[in-house]
């Protein structure tokens, strides 16, 4: 169970003057493009809205009141295995708090785990059971965010992490046994661990479900696998499949064949990398046309600049092209291959083309992902996108209680 005490000192995390003089300075020489027709979209991100989040991010943003709302968490930095990592930490209120480690994916960063840490730490405080508590660590992927800079680990991906994180949890935390959560790449890392590490973890919650394999091939950056739409489909789900390509093709395609071609352009240009990374926020999650109602402008631009302040863009986007250079493999040959109790969250905004919220679980039991996970606790919400945890924060809380609840 939790161990109260960690045995070093925090380190509030603090972004040098010269590092936010520079910025500013970069975001005044902004060239955008010609953008003509683009207001809806069609294009990518238009260049109306970059404009006005650029001005804003110049002249109204304050980084300082951001970074004084991140630490009034506890912030730690390690090494793991050479490898430099950060973390947050809320020390979990209640009898016997388990430790619990959420993981992120991108573009996230650690901060989306904004919302549900406190609930998770001290649920009496929020109406729930003190018995339900957890010691929450809240790590940045390595490459990600403050676990920089990583230039002697070019080849890190998501099972990788997995074992870091182990040895995080146990050698460096001294926990017995613990639990985690993630989504996105975080699920990914979450699952491995789950595979590799099932004796010592209490269980395991996710967002979607996916194979461990699904970077494994020569065509990862295709989710169809180069396979055409099939004739004769009903129209909504055709258009389904036109929508969900639309959705992912070109971030899929450009991490896993030119990452670092990306990240020239991006690591130079803080409104490239706003406009990279503000698309896939802008079209994961379920804002019904309006980012801003799930994002505001101060929350796009805080996770702008913990990617932005750290370099970390080039090394966050690797991921994919590793998962796929370093295919993953198993630890064993047992079924299911996710020996862990597993919890899933499904969200209505990533139904499969032809699926109803209503049919999501029962989908997904039935499919070639289902027998991957010793699933113990299955839970499909209307509402919420990609971002879970940020979206739908309250759904989130409840059904990872309900996952641990009979697993302490």
């Not at 991108?106 to 018995?131: M, Q, R």
């Not at 092209?321 to 040959?333: E, I, K, L, Q, V």
Request: aromatic share 12%; with cysteine.
């Amino acid at each position: 169970m939790a161990d109260m005490n960690i045995p070093f000192e925090p380190t509030p995390i603090h972004v040098a003057d010269d590092v936010l003089d520079d910025l500013k300075s970069r975001l005044r020489l902004t060239r955008l493009p010609v953008d003509v027709g683009n207001e809806d979209w069609r294009y990518g991100v238009s260049r109306a809205y970059l404009e006005e989040l650029v001005d804003y991010w110049l002249h109204e943003y304050d980084w300082r009141k951001a970074e004084a709302a991140i630490n009034a968490y506890e912030h730690y930095r390690v090494t793991v295995d050479g490898v430099p990592v950060h973390f947050m930490r809320k020390p979990g209120v209640g009898p016997d708090p388990v430790p619990l480690i959420l993981t992120h994916g991108w573009p996230w960063t650690f901060w989306h785990w904004s919302k549900v840490i406190d609930p998770l730490a001290d649920p009496a405080a929020f109406g729930g059971d003190p018995a339900d508590a957890f010691d929450v660590i809240v790590p940045c992927l390595p490459g990600f965010g403050f676990s920089t800079p990583l230039p002697d680990n070019p080849d890190m991906n998501f099972w990788k992490v997995a074992d870091l994180w182990h040895t995080l949890m146990t050698d460096v935390l001294g926990h017995r046994k613990y639990a985690a959560a993630g989504c996105d790449i975080g699920a990914l890392v979450t699952g491995q661990l789950g595979h590799k590490y099932a004796e010592e973890l209490h269980a395991i919650h996710i967002g979607s479900g996916q194979k461990l394999t699904m970077f494994n091939g020569d065509r990862a950056w295709d989710l169809s696998g180069g396979r055409p739409i099939p004739d004769g489909l009903p129209e909504s789900v055709h258009s389904r499949i036109v929508e969900l390509d639309r959705r992912f093709a070109v971030h899929l395609a450009a991490h896993v064949l030119g990452s670092s071609t990306l990240a020239h352009g991006l690591s130079d240009s803080p409104a490239g990398l706003l406009a990279w990374i503000l698309e896939r926020w802008t079209k994961w999650s379920d804002n019904h046309g309006d980012v801003e109602t799930v994002f505001t402008k101060d929350d796009i631009l805080t996770h702008t600049m913990i990617f932005w302040v750290n370099n970390a863009i080039g090394t966050s986007v690797r991921y994919y092209a590793n998962a796929n250079r370093y295919p993953w493999t198993p630890s064993h040959d047992r079924w299911p291959v996710i020996e862990a109790p597993t919890g899933i969250t499904f969200v209505g905004y990533e139904n499969p083309p032809g699926i109803t919220t209503d049919q999501r679980v029962q989908d997904f039991i039935n499919s070639e992902r289902g027998p991957w996970y010793n699933h113990v606790n299955l839970t499909a919400h209307h509402d919420g996108g990609h971002f879970i945890p940020w979206e739908i924060p309250d759904a989130w809380v409840t059904d990872l209680r309900h996952t641990f609840r009979s697993q302490r």
